[in-house]
């Protein structure tokens, strides 16, 4: 029994890092076909850097990311604290519609935005994606803070108002820094889950604002180059480090915890 | 009075978002699967069934029946490839297993056409799988492998199978053993106790798993679009289609609700079963 539950461990690893693994190998492989090794290059990289279609489709995805990450996780931290800290009416409706972003499908959510630019005559261009990403970023946002929020300890505030400090001094010295890795690994599932969304900006998007994503897609529908490996090694590169980042917030997260708990 | 202020500081934002960008644009869709298609891609704007009796035309009953039963069976693969691992994961040394549950979450967080796109890598005729077959094989010819149902099960499967471990590592690390070993004291067999103690108890990973994983393969749109070549359709593909190629948009709005429907239903469902579980336990 150890046995088979062994082999399905390493076959569902195997499984989940092969594919990962050919195109990080083949990202350095001098052939012009995608798969058939040939020798060791840099060289698609090289032409990375050249390509100036790819670094504007860059800048596009850093800008939609950078902003629709700002706008949430401000509203997203508001919200959550409203949940959590306050009893109002209708409070399980707001708890409930913030998930339904991320239950419905993201092919109906985008469409539902784009008839709903053109009935209200909104042009499409980067602020229509902006505001896509808002919405489901806004919820993602919203549930990280909300557990930051419930593992925590109230009595540091109360011990702060004892002492004198009002509500804002309370807020900004006391709350804020608590909950701040909450916050900031909100900010990061955001912005990573923004760079790479793709349905949704295919939709939303204007002609001639393609993101990263989108311009990922035109190459994979209408010719595949070798170069599409070594923009993809670089995106997983990019991600890893964001991984880490989101794990070292966290991890600050249980630590303080811990000490809160003390 | 002054705590109802800062309630409507902290709400105002978060209301004012869902309502404009979220709710308006779901009635916006909902009116749009009500008018009429106009003559060249644009709309009429009388009212129609006429979206929604197509949907009952024997080619989309098709493809919905074929997107719901390809999530199906995903769900179930993932299952059964999740289960012993996230079982076999929570038991392993603690220090190690945070290690290991971190390399299930890294795909999760790499870019979802770049995961899809190293399937193509893999898959396509000259691809690794059968340059490897072609050499353990020699007389053996490639296999045509990209652009079928299989390539695409494939794909949501690679996609999906982390939401599912997730769950059921969850459900499964909380368990408490002495339950088992009180069932072997009495008798039990260890099958006997998996299928009778560990199981029921792992029910909501199970559940929350099968729910994470179906919802978003039965609309997924980009892996049949990239996998299957667009040669099979799923009811992703055919709502893409109606806004980008076909622009009937009515039409593809009917879709997106029916769709949405779906999902809808399945939530429920889920919380269901959920309830259902919870009750069994506590009695």
Redesign the interface.
């Known amino acids: 029994m150890k046995r ?3 082999t ?2 390493g ?3 195997l ?6 693994l ?2 990080v190998v ?1 990202s350095f492989n001098s052939g012009e ?4 090794w040939q020798g060791f290059t840099l060289s698609w990289y090289a032409k990375l850097f050249e390509n100036a279609a790819l670094w504007r489709a860059v800048r596009n995805s850093l800008i939609v990311a950078g902003i629709s990450t700002c706008i949430a996780t ?3 931290t ?2 959550a ?2 949940i959590e800290r ?1 009893r ?1 009416r209708f409070r399980t409706a ?1 708890v409930r ?2 998930y ?2 991320i ?7 985008a ?6 630019y053109v ?1 209200a005559s909104i042009p499409l261009g980067l602020i229509t994606v902006i ?2 990403h ?2 489901f970023n ?1 919820a993602y946002v ?1 549930i990280v803070v909300r557990a930051r929020l419930q593992g925590y300890d109230h009595t540091l505030e109360e011990a702060a108002r004892d002492l004198g400090a009002n509500e804002w001094q309370t807020f900004w010295r006391i709350t804020l820094p608590l909950i701040a890795p909450g916050i900031i690994g909100g900010a990061l599932l955001a912005f ?1 889950l923004s ?2 969304d ?2 949704i900006t295919f ?1 939303t998007a204007g002609v001639g604002y393609t993101t990263l ?1 989108v311009h ?2 035109s190459l ?2 209408f010719g ?1 180059t070798p170069e ?2 070594a923009i ?1 090694t670089m ?2 590169a990019n ?2 480090v ?2 880490l980042l ?2 070292w917030f966290q991890g600050n997260t249980a630590a303080s915890g811990k000490q809160n708990a003390r | 009075m002054r ?1 109802n202020y ?2 409507l ?3 105002f ?3 004012f ?2 309502f404009c ?6 009635v ?2 909902f ?2 699967s009500f008018i009429e298609r106009g003559t060249y891609g644009g709309v009429r704007w009388d009212f129609t069934l006429e979206n929604y009796q197509r949907l009952f035309d024997g080619l989309y009953l098709g493809i919905l029946w074929r997107s719901v039963s390809t999530a199906l069976v995903c769900t179930a693969v993932c299952l059964l ?2 289960y ?2 996230a ?3 929570a038991r392993y040394r603690p220090k190690h297993r945070s290690i290991l549950l ?6 999760f ?7 899809t ?6 898959l ?1 005729t ?3 799988l059968n ?1 490897l077959l072609g050499t353990v094989f020699p007389d053996w010819g490639p296999l045509e492998l990209l652009n079928t149902p299989l390539a695409v099960q494939i794909g949501l499967v ?1 996609g999906y ?2 939401f599912m471990i997730l769950p059921l590592y969850a459900a499964l690390e909380q368990l408490d053993m002495s339950l088992l070993e009180a069932a072997q004291d009495l008798g039990a067999s260890p099958r006997r106790a998996f299928w009778h103690v560990t199981i029921p108890l792992s029910l909501p990973g199970i559940l929350a798993g099968s729910m994470l994983v179906f ?2 393969t ?5 892996t049949p679009d ?1 996998l299957g070549g667009g040669k099979v359709s799923y009811i ?1 593909n055919v ?2 289609r109606q ?1 980008k190629t076909a622009r009937d ?1 009515p039409f ?2 009917a879709l ?1 609700f029916m ?2 429907g779906i ?2 239903v399945g ?1 429920v469902l889920y919380f269901r079963a959920l309830q259902g579980s919870e009750e069994s336990e506590t009695s």
Do not use: C
């Open positions: 088979v539950l062994e399905n461990i076959l569902v690893y499984f989940l890092y092969v594919p990962i050919a195109v083949f076909q995608i798969s058939v401000v509203i997203g508001t919200a604290l409203a306050h109002f707001l519609s913030l339904l972003p239950i419905i499908p993201d092919i109906v959510l469409i539902a935005l784009l008839t709903f009935q505001i896509a808002g919405v806004i919203t990573t760079i790479d793709f349905v939709f994503s990922i897609y994979l529908k595949i599409i490996n993809s995106l997983l991600s890893i964001f991984i989101f794990l | 705590r800062h309630l500081i902290l709400l934002p978060v209301v978002w869902l960008f979220f709710l308006l644009p779901l916006s869709v009116i749009y490839l999740g012993p691992f079982y076999y994961l971190l390399l299930v979450v890294v795909p967080w790499t870019n979802f056409l770049i995961r796109y190293a399937w193509i890598l893999i396509r000259e691809g690794l340059s690679y199978l982390p919802i978003p039965v609309g997924a749109f980009l990239l992703g709502i893409e806004f948009w593809g709005s997106s769709l949405m999902v809808l939530t």
